[in-house]
Each structure stands twice: as structure tokens, then as C-alpha cells.
């Protein structure tokens, strides 16, 4: 059992993996109708990381639930998500829940969201096992089936039934599993990609409305297709933490800065860095440091060192006008990457429209085929029979009457009659059945006698012995070790005591649990008669072995109840 059960759970792993790769084929595949046997091969293909995470996942779930008392199985959410996870090809199945968490990014909460809403499988348990034994009731009272045997099974103290239901619930939600699965790893994927494409734009560089009016309407198509992206997939406020952090002012470039400062002051150009002068300064790159301070380092030489300020001035505007256009031609460059990152991102498959399904090829009209002798001769025999009986003077034809009620309010009419008829039958049965229940439940039930010659011919009916004769019979088989038939026949001596009694009232038509439903003897025997019909339905329907231990114990609790019932005294004794 524990292979068949290793083998099932790899199996299960497998059509995970194909279920979600088919998912991700409806939402982002290229193919209009995807089927299923790409699926499967490609499932197929990641045999080996699917077991690896078949393995990983159980002893993960294991270990996090005993140490975590449980508490991780509503507070680790990101392992959900491993089958899709392993189907998309990304990182090493040993390190799956890292990969997981990766994957999902910002949709984490989701995920911990979605594996709360799946607290609904105990509703659905719950539903099934009330379902069945509605349906099982139904069977009994409306159709007149015995199911008492089934009804004992589908009982909520049988642990075999349990695990039927939980096997059932389980199973039904596999699907929304790998579906929840793979939504969610494309919605982690398209919010980390939209925070990647709010990056990008935001690196663009702005524009004047001057360089604006006389752009291209190619360069504005792109600019409000981005902005529109973008104010589609934000609409809400991103985190703090995702948005784009801007390039930290380095505590070496502000030394350099300040040294530039304090030499344009001990010169007396104060002006040639005051206001902006300095602005594409400071947006240059960190590759660009180095260069900076060298010409730092030359400009404090020419005004300290050589003490001539006016070579220092015209040195500071060169130096000044070649940074502004090093910052220009790098802006440049960032706006052509940031550019091409945005339309890149934008061609990925989650941003693109579904193929529309190809038309179908309209058929070709079939010609057909030129009628056989035969077939005309019966089209000739047709036409001129109803030529003959075509009457020659027709009769005058009656005047319309139109119907109070149009074709559409028959057929409403007709829909509600039915309905009504349906209800009235269902009525009727369930009056009968109420009727009849109430028959057995009366007062009190008479004793029936039934005919000698009609017992002797049938040995195994309940009053064709008395109790005591029963329970002889009984001891010899116990004596020669034949406990199961001990059983039966100390059983029908139970029913042959408690029908002589008036308690029951005995019909072979009836089952052992319709004697107990409609019992009416003293209530301090009810427990008992309960118990031994539930020994007897196991030893006997279910060939569950009895031995001496088990006779003994059937036996003893069987004497009370055969004997005789005390006679009542008379009034007034």
C-alpha cells in the first residue's frame, strides 16, 4: 500500500504540473485553442523536477506543520505555487520555496489570501457526506430500496468512509489549485514587470514643450502607450519599497563639489556655480568620479599653486560646458535603454492580445446525387395518388380564429401544468409515506399469526420456532464451533421474542434497522436491540469472523433480553 500510495502521489505531482502548464497556455500561449497532449509532454519533460518537488513539497509541508503546530499551514503560503513554479523552468527544485517567493513578489499576500479561502473544503466535506445520505434516504422511503448495509457505511463514525470524503474533496479541488497556482505567479509576474516598466518610463528624460511640438507622432504614440500600461497595471499606490530609488548622493561627490565651490569663491567667480550651474554635475555617473576629481585636483592647483585665478576661471566654464555635454549624451543613452527596456517588456506575452480563433472554412455545398429509378417511380406513385384524391370542388375555408393565447404563452402554460403535476405527485408520495409511517408507529402493534403450514415450509422465518428453540439451536452450533450461524439463529430468537412480546412487528420484507426504527417495546431493551443488530449486520452481512469470545459476548447480552417479560398483576392484588 505505501508504493501504490508513493506511485499515486507521483502521479498526482505530474498532472499538477501538466494541469497548470495548460493554464498558462489558455492565458498567455500563442495558440488560440491549446489542448491537452502538449500539456502532458510537456509535464512529461519535467519528470525529474516535478518528483524532486513532489518529495520537497511533502517534507516541507511535514516538518513546517509539526514544528509549527500547524500555525504554517495559514502563514506559508508561497509552496503553493510549486508545481507551477517547477513547470516554469526557473532555478534549482531543491531551493523551490525560494524560488516560490521569488516568483510570486508582490502577490505573496495574495497567495496567503487564496490558501485562507481554501477553508471552504470542509464545507464542501460536510456537504458531501449530507448529500449522499439525503440521496440514500430518497432511495429507501420513495423507491423501497434496502440500503441499510450502505447506510451503516456511510456513517460518519466509519473511518473508511472518512477517507472517502476527504479523498473526494481533495480531488475536487486539484483543478482550482493548479489554477489558482499558475494566476497567481502571472499576477506576481505582471506587477514586478510593471514596476520594471514604471522604472523605464521614469528614466526617460523630460522634454520641453518646444522639443515636444516638433517630435514625431511615433515617439508620442510610444509615450502614451507607456503611460497607458502603466496607469493600467498601478492604478493603485505602489509600495514604498517598489518604487524606483533615486541615485544617492555619494559623500565623495559632495567633497569634490565643495572643493569646487570653496576655489570658485577664493577666485571671485561665485557666479559661474551658483543657481544650476552645477545640475548636470551633479547627474553625471559614479563612472564618471574619477574624472571629476583630476579636474578638481587641476583647478586647485592653477588657483592655489600657480595663484592665477584667470587661467582657474577659463578653466572652470570649459570644464563646466564639456559636463553639461557629457550629461546630455548620457541622458541620451539612458533614454535609448530605458526605451528599449519598455518596448521589451511590453512584447512579453502577458501584455499582448489573445489570437483571434481562425475562422472556420465555410463547407461546400454537397450536390446531390441524381435520384434512382426506384425513387422516381415513388415520387410519380405519390404525385398521382394525391392527384386522384384531390378533391376538385374545395371546401370553403373556415374562418380564422385566433387563439386567446400566442404560441409562446401555450408553451408557458404547458411548462407550469407539469410542474404542477410534478408537485402533486411528490405530494402524494410523501403523504403515502407519512401515512404509512405513522401506521407503524401506532399505539401499539397487534401479534399476527401466521399460518403453521406457511412456517413449516420456510425453516429460516423468525416464528417458526419459538426463542427457546432458537437458543438451543444456537448452543449446538457454538458446541460444534459454528459461531456465525450461532450468531443468526440467537438473533432470530431475539426477533422471535420481541415480535411475542409486541415490541416488533416481524415481516421478512423488512429490515433489521426498520425493527429498530419502529420499536415500541420497553425502552431499557432498545440499547441492547441496537448493539446486537449491529453485531449481527457485521458477523453476518460484513463476514467479519466470530469466535468463542465474540458468541460469548452476543450470548450475554442476548439472555436478558430472551426472557420471558413479567407478568403483570392483577388490579387490585
Known amino acids: 500500500p505505501a508504493l501504490y500510495l508513493t506511485l499515486a502521489w507521483l502521479l498526482r505531482g505530474v498532472g499538477q504540473g501538466a494541469a497548470c502548464h495548460y493554464v498558462q497556455e489558455v492565458l498567455l500561449g500563442t495558440q488560440a485553442e491549446p489542448s491537452v497532449r502538449p500539456s502532458m509532454r510537456a509535464a512529461l519533460g519535467r519528470l525529474p523536477s516535478l518528483c524532486i518537488a513532489v518529495a520537497y513539497l511533502a517534507f516541507f509541508n511535514l516538518i513546517t506543520m509539526t514544528l509549527s503546530l500547524g500555525i504554517s499551514l495559514f502563514v506559508l503560503s508561497a509552496q503553493g505555487v510549486g508545481y507551477a513554479a517547477t513547470m516554469q523552468g526557473r532555478g534549482s527544485p531543491l531551493k523551490l520555496y525560494g524560488l516560490c517567493s521569488r516568483l510570486l513578489g508582490p502577490s505573496r499576500g495574495t497567495a496567503t489570501g487564496v490558501r485562507w479561502l481554501m477553508v471552504v473544503q470542509v464545507l464542501v466535506f460536510f456537504n458531501l457526506h449530507v448529500g449522499i445520505n439525503f440521496l440514500l434516504y430518497l432511495a429507501r422511503h420513495l423507491v423501497g430500496i434496502d440500503l441499510t448495509f450502505t447506510e451503516r457505511f456511510a456513517s460518519l463514525d466509519n473511518p473508511p468512509w472518512l477517507m472517502f470524503l476527504a479523498a473526494t474533496t481533495f480531488a475536487l479541488f486539484e483543478p482550482l489549485r493548479a489554477a489558482t497556482a499558475t494566476l497567481l505567479l502571472v499576477d506576481g509576474r505582471v506587477r514586478q514587470e510593471g514596476l520594471d516598466l514604471l522604472a523605464a518610463v521614469q528614466q526617460l528624460p523630460e522634454r520641453n514643450a518646444k522639443r515636444g511640438a516638433v517630435g514625431s507622432g511615433d515617439a508620442k504614440g510610444i509615450a502614451a502607450a507607456l503611460l497607458l500600461v502603466v496607469g493600467l497595471l498601478l492604478g493603485s499606490p505602489t509600495p514604498a519599497e517598489a518604487a524606483p530609488a533615486k541615485k544617492p548622493e555619494t ?146 375555408q373556415p374562418r380564422e380564429t385566433a387563439l386567446p393565447l400566442s404560441g409562446g404563452a401555450a408553451a408557458n402554460v404547458v411548462v407550469v401544468a407539469l410542474v404542477a403535476l410534478t408537485l402533486a405527485v411528490l405530494a402524494v408520495i410523501v403523504v403515502n409515506v407519512l401515512k404509512r409511517r405513522r401506521g407503524e408507529t401506532g399505539p401499539a402493534l397487534e401479534v399476527s399469526t401466521v399460518d403453521a403450514a406457511a412456517l413449516a415450509g420456510n425453516p429460516d422465518h423468525a416464528l417458526s420456532r419459538p426463542p427457546e428453540g432458537w437458543a438451543h439451536l444456537a448452543d449446538a452450533l457454538a458446541a460444534r464451533g459454528e459461531y456465525r450461524e450461532a450468531v443468526r439463529n440467537l438473533y432470530l430468537a431475539l426477533l422471535s421474542r420481541l415480535h411475542r412480546d409486541g415490541a416488533i412487528l416481524y415481516d421478512e420484507t423488512l429490515s433489521n434497522w426498520d425493527y429498530l426504527r419502529a420499536f415500541r417495546g420497553r425502552p431499557e431493551v432498545k440499547a441492547p436491540f441496537r448493539e446486537l443488530t449491529r453485531r449481527f449486520d457485521f458477523a453476518w452481512y460484513g463476514n467479519v469472523p466470530v469466535g468463542k469470545d465474540g458468541y ?13 417479560p413479567p407478568a403483570q398483576e392483577a388490579a387490585g392484588a
Open 251 to 396: 559623500s565623495e561627490r559632495k567633497a569634490v563639489r565643495a572643493r569646487l565651490e570653496k576655489v570658485a569663491e577664493a577666485c571671485e567667480m561665485p557666479e559661474l556655480v551658483e543657481g544650476t550651474a552645477l545640475k548636470d554635475f551633479d547627474a553625471l555617473g559614479t563612472a564618471e568620479g574619477a574624472k571629476l576629481e583630476r579636474f578638481v585636483r587641476h583647478l586647485e592647483q592653477q588657483a592655489y599653486d600657480d595663484d592665477d585665478c584667470e587661467s582657474a576661471a577659463v578653466t572652470l566654464e570649459s570644464g563646466l560646458a564639456q559636463v553639461t555635454a557629457t550629461a546630455e549624451a548620457q541622458a541620451r543613452v539612458d533614454a535609448r535603454a530605458a526605451t528599449d527596456r519598455a518596448r521589451s517588456i511590453l512584447a512579453r506575452p502577458e501584455f499582448q492580445d489573445r489570437p483571434e480563433k481562425a475562422p472556420k472554412e465555410p463547407k461546400e455545398e454537397e450536390v446531390p446525387e441524381e435520384p434512382g429509378w426506384w425513387r422516381r417511380f415513388i415520387d410519380w406513385l405519390g404525385q398521382w395518388l394525391e392527384d386522384l384524391f384531390r378533391r376538385k370542388d374545395p371546401l370553403p
Open 552 to 564: 460469548t459476548e452476543f450470548r450475554a447480552i442476548t439472555a436478558p433480553l430472551l426472557a420471558a
